[in-house]
């Protein structure tokens, strides 16, 4: 391989959980760098074991059902050409959030996304098959669901500051700039920053299932053709290191696209670490 590295080994994954137990195993051995060819959830799968560990990197090659990661970062979808990309750019140390206990590289959720996520990964028989495998299957559940789903009172403190109370449908804690409609990826917050120690909160009502979809589509419209980013008119913003969110009825959560399995919250604790986590970061991303 170019830039004067060698591979050791190639391991596939067994089911989930085992790339946790493989990203522990590289720690172990003192592994300089890993690889993982997948979708987001399982980089998430990774996050404890290689966080505050300076010494193995994590890259990533575009594969799997959603990829913001390497679309956040600038990596090639094609794998020859991402790794190239990733090993030419050099490793560097990014934030990572938590929410109750659980981490996340990317957005964190609590509310509606979370629930439509939880129902997803929901196995409907022995052997394992979701209910949604397709972004099309996805996002018709997401359709269906929306109207089922009810906005909870939420009490809301940034940096130890009190918000005014909010009437929240979904709320986003992200550490980096996309989130996806499920069809397409759009920027949510254009102001993130992956390593300066802070979050981004992103508040949403509900206004109504067409107006929802609508926001979603025009703000994947813009990112795709290189337009400015357009934020949701109608949501609250705030930028912080710690969050609480307390709300009046019990509601799901989910890191990286995959479900918090706890039972459900009416309090949220999210935080920051900063430069936890040591990735492959690339020319195309060091120029954003």
Known sequence: MEHGWTVDRLISTEGRGHATELAQIAVNDDVDAIFIAGGDGTVQEVLDPLAYNERTAVGMLSSGGQNLWTTEMGIPRHPAGAIDAQLAGGTELIDIGEINKHRFRLVAGIGYDAEVIDRAHTPINP????????????????????????ETTASITVDEIPLTDRQLFIAWIGNTKLLSNTLMPYELRPEAQIN??????????????????????????????????????????????????????????????????DAPSQEFTIVTFQKALRVFSTQNNRKR
């Open 127 to 150: 052997n394992g098959r979701r209910l949604a495998k397709s972004r099309l299957q996805y996002g018709r559940m997401t359709n269906q669901m929306y109207p089922r789903h009810q």
């Open 196 to 261: 300066d120690g802070k979050l981004e909160l992103t508040v949403l009502p509900n206004v109504g299932r067409l107006a929802f979809a609508r926001a979603t589509m025009a703000a994947g419209i813009r990112y795709a053709f290189h337009q400015d980013a357009q934020i949701f008119p109608f949501g609250t913003y705030a930028q912080g290191s710690n969050i609480t969110i307390r709300t009046t009825d019990p509601i799901l959560a989910h890191v990286d696209g995959s479900p918090v399995r």
